[in-house]
């Protein structure tokens, strides 16, 4: 699963650079999120702009990502494309997380 | 219709078949949108398209095949103002034989699973299963203007 990080201030951000996060790749996605994500920092984006489809594996995947590094830090989302975001509406996820419209945008907002 | 016009009544269209694994699908699902009908559909109704036929067919791979395996089958077909769709497999018949309810999910949960009947029944119409000598099939409809 092909995640590439960076800190950006106080940003963890990662992006993840496969165009699907579906039932085949679900585990592994959130395995290497999970090992990316042990950097300290206190806000973390995850940057979906490349991922152009994500079945409910793939939100399940998401989910337990936010879930495992909650309490003390927020998973926040950005660059959802059209069918990705179809997929966070219908299932009311979209009120779950902070999402930005790109990561730019969610580097410039105060986080939270 | 015409309950006469057999072409209207089973219309002609296309078939895949592939093994009830996960990576499969995701090949197949590959494969079917390079292709006619679904390489022709517009970009929402692709999107729509792929979110249904990735759940119903990890659906099976999941649920009625398990780690047993076994083959499953898709036809397609333009029809009526939307694409028909209909799958066919061997594994296990659906519980107490009939589809999932698809219960809208609580956000507030934050459940890892719960969603893929949910986005189906939301998406697919005129949403029919039976099984048949061991058969399981599962048809549906989905709109093309998204």
């Given at each position: 699963?092909?995640?590439?990080?960076?800190?950006?201030?106080?940003?963890?951000?990662?992006?993840?650079?496969?165009?699907?996060?579906?039932?085949?790749?679900?585990?592994?996605?959130?395995e290497a999120m999970r090992d990316v994500a042990a950097v300290p920092a206190p806000r973390v984006i995850l940057d979906l702009s490349q991922v152009t489809f994500l079945d409910s594996s793939g939100l399940g995947a998401v989910v337990a990502v936010m879930k495992h590094l909650a309490p003390a830090r927020r998973l926040e989302l950005a660059g959802l494309t059209p069918t990705v975001e179809k997929v966070f509406r219908l299932t009311r996820m979209d009120s779950v997380f902070t999402i930005h419209p790109s990561l730019d945008q969610g580097l410039g907002h105060a986080g939270g | 219709?015409?309950?006469?016009?057999?072409?209207?009544?089973?219309?002609?269209?296309?078939?895949?078949?592939?093994?009830?694994?996960?990576?499969?699908?995701?090949?197949?699902?590959?494969?079917?949108?390079?292709?006619?009908?679904?390489?022709?559909?517009?970009?929402?109704?692709?999107?729509?398209?792929?979110?249904?036929?990735?759940?119903?067919?990890?659906?099976?791979?999941?649920?009625?095949?398990?780690?047993?395996?076994?083959?499953?089958?898709?036809?397609?077909?333009?029809?009526?103002?939307?694409?028909?769709?209909?799958?066919?497999?061997?594994?296990?018949?659906?519980?107490?034989?009939?589809?999932?309810?698809?219960?809208?999910?609580?956000?507030?949960?934050?459940?890892?699973?719960?969603?893929?009947?949910h986005l189906i029944r939301m998406l697919a119409r005129n949403l029919g299963y039976s099984r048949v000598a061991g058969v399981n099939c599962i048809t549906f409809l989905l709109p093309l203007d998204g």
């Open positions: 699963m092909a995640l590439k990080s960076e800190i950006r201030g106080d940003v963890l951000v990662i992006r993840a650079e496969q165009a699907r996060i579906d039932a085949a790749g679900a585990i592994s996605f959130k | 219709m015409p309950a006469d016009d057999g072409r209207a009544a089973r219309p002609a269209g296309v078939c895949y078949s592939m093994d009830g694994r996960a990576d499969a699908v995701r090949d197949g699902l590959h494969r079917m949108f390079d292709a006619p009908p679904l390489s022709g559909l517009s970009a929402t109704a692709r999107g729509t398209a792929e979110i249904v036929l990735a759940e119903v067919l990890n659906n099976i791979v999941e649920h009625a095949y398990g780690d047993a395996g076994g083959t499953i089958r898709l036809c397609l077909a333009l029809h009526d103002g939307g694409l028909l769709c209909r799958t066919e497999d061997r594994g296990m018949p659906m519980p107490q034989g009939r589809l999932p309810p698809g219960i809208p999910p609580d956000p507030a949960l934050t459940a890892e699973g719960g969603y893929g009947w």
